[in-house]
């Protein structure tokens, strides 16, 4: 569902998009979703601090799918950010 809206999103039919988003924020109160597929979202409704908040929340929670920030492409966007910087600190992909 997150990669259907983020194409959704990607296309131009913003309708379609928060439609699939809100029955993944439904689906995530029956079962866990990673915040990265969260993030995913954010950032392809061009909410950096949202993004960066959900990807805080997914280092936090020592989820799987935040070993992959250091090199996802998906990722691009936010990597001069500060906070961004921080969580790759955080999960050691940069020093100091």
């Known amino acids: 569902r997150?990669?259907?809206?983020?194409?959704?999103?990607?296309?131009?039919?913003?309708?379609e998009a928060q439609r699939e988003t809100n029955?993944?924020?439904a689906l995530a109160q029956r079962t866990y979703i990673s915040p990265v597929v969260f993030a995913f979202l954010e950032?392809?409704?061009?909410?950096?601090?949202g993004a960066l908040t959900?990807?805080?929340?997914?280092?936090d929670e020592r989820s799987a799918e935040a070993l992959y920030l250091g090199v996802d492409p998906?990722?691009?966007?936010?990597?001069?950010?500060?906070?961004?910087?921080?969580?790759?600190a955080?999960?050691?992909?940069?020093?100091?």
């Open 2 to 15: 997150g990669n259907l809206a983020v194409s959704y999103v990607q296309t131009g039919h913003r309708h």
């Open 23 to 25: 029955e993944l924020v």
């Open 43 to 49: 950032l392809a409704f061009d909410d950096l601090d």
């Open 54 to 59: 959900r990807l805080e929340q997914a280092v």
């Open 74 to 88: 998906d990722f691009d966007p936010l990597r001069r950010h500060s906070r961004f910087q921080s969580l790759l």
């Open 90 to 96: 955080r999960i050691g992909f940069c020093r100091g």
